[in-house]
Structure formats: C-alpha cells, structure tokens
C-alpha cells in the first residue's frame, strides 16, 4: 500500500504512481522546471514595459478561466516523471519544450491581460477582432494561407474566436524574437499588431482593472481524480484528437505478423503515396486538400511510433488505407459550407 501525501512518490514504477491522486503529489510551480519559464515570461512583459504580471497555477491543461486574469498550467509541467507519463498515456505533452511551452504562456498571457485590462469591451478592439460574444466553438474552420492572422500556434489558431485571435497576435508581438514589424508588414494583420503595441504601450503602466481572484478551476491541490482515472478521462474527452486515436484500425491495416526483417515501413508507404491518396480522398469525399494532408501526417507520425509494417501486396494496402482515410475524414472532419449544401 502506497503512503500517500509522503515525498518518494518521484521513485515510484508508473503503476503505482498511477494510483496516486493528483491532489497528493503536492505539486508546486516554486522549484520546478516550470519556474524559469515564467519567469522568462515576466521578464518580456517588464522588457515591454507592462506592469501586471498574470498569477499562473498548475491545472489540467492549458487555459486561461473566463474573464479572470491569471493563466492554467498542466500539472504535468511541474515534474519530469509527469512528463514522462504523459507522453506515455497521451503520446504528446502540449508545452513539453522550451519553445511550446513559451509560446503557449505567452498566449495564455494575452488573455489575461486581456481580461484584466478588459480590452474586449473597448469599441476599437472589436471593430479589429470581432466581436468578443462571438459563440466559441470544439471546431473551427480556418483559411491555412490567410495573411490577416498571425501565424503562432498550430492549426491557425487565431482564426478560432476574436479572444484567440487577441492572444495570438498579442503572443507574437511580445515574443523578442517574432521581429513582427518584418516579418508581417506587407501582410493585413500587421494592422493588429500595431494595435496590440498601441494598446500595451498605453496600458503597460496602469495598474488593471481586475485582479487576480481565488477562482482557479481544475487547480491540482484540488484534483481528487487518480492519474489512471485522469488519463482515461482524458483520452475519452479527446475522441479523435487523442493522438493514439488511430492505432487499432491502423494494426488492422499494418498487423504486428508484417514486422519481418526487410518488409517496408507502413509510415514510408504512406509518405511515397500521399500525393496520390490525397487526391482521391478529396475528389471523392469533397474535403479540402488541406485537411486530408493534416489527417495523412498525423497516420504517418503513428504509424512511426508504432514501427509498423506492410503486411499485404502493396495495391491492396493502398485501396484499404483510402478506404480508412475516406471514412476518417467523413466522420472527423467539418465539411466547407459551400460543398455541404452539394
């Protein structure tokens, strides 16, 4: 029996660390691998003259609540073995490198200081982002080479809500290395940016309007939930989007029998006929290009994780992975508008 609440929980195997609640682990931001990286935050916002500095706690994710000003972490950030089982059980850990995770503290910023200097009441904010009542929704559908948003977070982010779009040019103008001014003035966007650097210029001194509070929903010191029952959770939330999502219909294709000495890859088969899959899902299933591409590199990367390899002559492998695909994408995928109504 594990003695909960006691340090050593760090040199536990993963089974028995599984059956810890998260709430016992004691999980702090103070000395942990997390530390130097908002600090680095604070120190862009004091670079930039901006004197509110967002509170930030462990959570279960990444967010930032609701018109509150403070910024949500993953717990799973605070400590190397976390990482370690959450790669295991997710096959990804979102903000895992230096590089994500100041990109995704720097977005999260923009909402804060967004929230606590409420720009989104402003007129003028508006009439650059939107309207921030706009309705949030699990899907969005972006135009991937669109100039009137910034590129920062994958799957052109800022296209989601008028809210993201605010933090994501905000995350690109505090970033010192974005060099926004050149790399985006001949795009549209640059029109926010400047906007962005108007507004921050003019508020970075003013002490905000509304303060950090105690609401800090999904805090880990209050997490109840075991890591096995978080994890599984977690992966049944996900759906589809759950990188190990796949795994099962891509064994059926590319069964553990093909894992012979000489027999190709399943990822290297993949990539030598995207092209020609591509192609024939969208003439067929009336998705975008785009999407079908995104669908195939996500199949390729787990197919790579897994080391999965051609069992069946490679014509038959070819119309059973279109197949697979086509169907993936009629279920996963939003339809464009103006092919739907077809």
């Not at 910023?109 to 409420?118: K, R």
């Not at 995207?274 to 024939?280: G, P, Q, T, V």
């Not at 591409?293 to 197919?303: D, I, M």
Request: charged share 25%; hydrophobic share 35%; with cysteine.
């Amino acid at each position: 029996m594990v003695d909960r609440g006691k340090p050593g929980w760090e040199d536990l195997p993963d089974e028995q660390l599984m059956q810890l609640r998260i709430r016992d682990l004691g999980l702090k931001i103070r000395h942990s691998p997390l530390e130097p990286f908002i600090g680095q935050l604070y120190g862009e916002l004091d670079a930039r003259g901006i004197r509110y500095h967002p509170p930030c706690y462990l959570a279960d994710e990444w967010f930032c609540p609701n018109k509150v000003p403070v910024i949500a972490v993953p717990f799973c950030l605070a400590h190397p073995r976390l990482k370690h089982i959450e790669m295991r059980m997710m096959y990804e850990v979102e903000g895992g490198t230096p590089k994500t995770c100041m990109k995704l503290l720097r977005h999260e910023c923009g909402h804060a200081l967004n929230y606590a200097y409420l720009f989104y009441r402003r007129t003028r904010w508006r009439e650059v982002f939107g309207p921030f009542s706009a309705p949030y929704s699990t899907s969005y559908r972006f135009q991937p080479y669109s100039r009137r948003f910034v590129l920062h977070l994958q799957d052109n982010y800022a296209q989601a809500h008028p809210d993201e779009d605010f933090a994501e040019t905000f995350a690109v103008w505090l970033d010192p290395e974005s060099r926004w001014e050149t790399k985006y003035q001949d795009w549209p966007v640059i029109r926010k940016l400047r906007y962005v650097d108007r507004l921050m210029r003019a508020a970075g001194e003013q002490a905000p309007r509304v303060s950090a509070h105690q609401k800090t929903p999904s805090s880990a010191d209050r997490m109840t939930s075991t890591l096995a029952a978080y994890y599984e959770r977690k992966r049944k939330y996900l759906g589809s989007d759950f990188p190990g999502y796949y795994d099962e219909m891509l064994r059926r294709i590319f069964p553990a029998t093909a894992a012979a000495d000489g027999a190709p890859r399943a990822s290297s088969f993949l990539r030598r006929h995207r092209r020609r899959i591509i192609n024939s899902v969208t003439a067929w299933s009336g998705h975008r290009k785009y999407d079908i591409h995104g669908l195939v590199a996500k199949l390729v990367k787990r197919c790579d994780a897994l080391g999965l390899r051609i069992a069946a002559p490679e014509p038959e492998t070819l119309i059973e992975l279109t197949a697979l695909i086509t169907t993936v994408a009629n279920n996963a995928l939003r339809m464009p508008p103006d092919r739907a109504k077809k």
